[in-house]
T-cell receptor, first 110, second 116 residues
Framework: GIQVEQSPPDLILQEGANSTLRCNFS?????LQWFHQNPWGQLINLFY???GTKQNGRLSATTVATERYSLLYISSSQTTDSGVYFC????????????FGGGTRLMVKP | KAGVTQTPRYLIKTRGQQVTLSCSPI?????VSWYQQTPGQGLQFLFE???????NKGNFPGRFSGRQFSNSRSEMNVSTLELGDSALYLC???????????????FGPGTRLLVL
């Protein structure tokens, strides 16, 4: 099946800093989503981005489908950005089955 | 529009028991998927239901089963619980309108199961 790798696994930032999270996947995808998991376990949708670039406030994401990677940018980080960020992909014949990466655990210090 | 809801939110069971978890999708969503999250294995796909039929299944033993009702609500059942079944169980719903490039999955808050 499709493999998803995220880097870095852990990231510690000072409030106000910028960061880039990376997601590499091993095959063509029909769907790619970025999620933020809050301390209570809820997965919050950030972006649905199988290709192209999107922006939402301080967050933006870019997926280069031909090169099989996606990037999540966080600018001017805040303590509330802390948590785990997951990339999940759906292969072309995978139905609605998402394969998740291992996540990037972000800690933003005041 | 209300989000995906899951009940119960927390559950404690003992080995050998069985458990049933419930998921109500976003109104109008027809596909419901279930995922297991553990510290060791991360987030793994269990199964997906659409129109009361299991459409996809992950690599889990037969002790894990599910069903979907005509109103799209779904339940998953785990029989003969093992210690390793302790996990966060997440449910996700999507519209599944047939437009394959517009299918965002939305997750519920999860059910945290502890097996003693």
């Amino acid at each position: 099946g499709i493999q998803v790798e995220q880097s870095p696994p852990d990231l510690i930032l000072q409030e106000g800093a910028n960061s880039t999270l990376r997601c590499n996947f091993s095959d063509s995808v029909n769907n790619l989503q970025w999620f933020h998991q809050n301390p209570w376990g809820q997965l919050i949708n950030l972006f649905y981005i199988p290709s192209g670039t999107k922006q939402n406030g301080r967050l933006s994401a870019t997926t280069v489908a031909t090169e099989r990677y996606s990037l999540l940018y966080i600018s001017s980080s805040q303590t509330t950005d802390s948590g785990v960020y997951f990339c999940a992909v759906e292969g072309w014949n995978a139905g609605n089955m998402l394969t998740f990466g291992g996540g990037t655990r972000l800690m933003v210090k005041p | 529009k209300a989000g995906v809801t899951q009940t119960p939110r927390y559950l404690i069971k003992t080995r050998g028991q069985q458990v049933t978890l419930s998921c109500s999708p976003i109104s109008g969503h027809r596909s419901v998927s279930w995922y297991q999250q553990t510290p060791g294995q991360g987030l793994q796909f269990l199964f997906e239901y659409f129109s009361e039929t299991q459409r996809n299944k992950g690599n889990f033993p037969g002790r894990f089963s599910g069903r979907q009702f005509s109103n799209s609500r779904s339940e998953m059942n785990v029989s003969t619980l093992e210690l390793g079944d302790s996990a966060l169980y997440l449910c996700a719903s999507s519209l599944d309108s047939g437009l394959r490039f517009q299918e965002t999955q939305y997750f519920g808050p999860g059910t945290r199961l502890l097996v003693l």
